[in-house]
C-alpha cells in the first residue's frame, strides 16, 4: 500500500515508482470512482485512431530492444502465426 498526502488545491502526488511502473505522465486523463470510503482512479485509453501509431508501438518497440529481437525475428513471429491463424 502507498500513501499519499493531498496537497494545494487537492492535487495528490503519486510515488515516483508508481509513476515510472504505470509509465504515468502529466497531462494523462483519469475517471474517478467512489464507494464509501474509497477512491479508485483508472487510466483513461484513448482510441488508438486518437493516439499516433509511434504511441502505441513504443512498448513493442521497448520489449523487442530489451529482449533483442532482430527484424528477421519479428518477421518470422508474424509468419509462423499468419500460418496458425
Do not use: C, H, W
Not at 32 to 48: A, P
Amino acid at each position: 500500500m502507498e500513501k499519499v498526502k493531498l496537497l494545494n488545491k487537492g492535487s495528490i502526488e503519486l510515488p515516483r515508482n508508481l509513476l515510472e511502473k504505470f509509465r504515468l505522465e502529466e497531462g494523462m486523463e483519469f475517471a474517478l470512482f467512489f464507494d464509501s470510503n474509497t477512491i479508485y482512479l483508472k487510466r483513461v485509453l484513448k482510441s488508438l485512431e486518437d493516439e499516433a501509431f509511434s504511441e502505441v508501438a513504443r512498448p513493442f518497440r521497448e520489449m523487442a530492444k530489451e529482449k533483442r529481437l532482430k527484424v528477421q525475428d519479428v518477421a518470422k513471429e508474424i509468419e509462423n502465426y499468419r500460418k496458425e491463424g
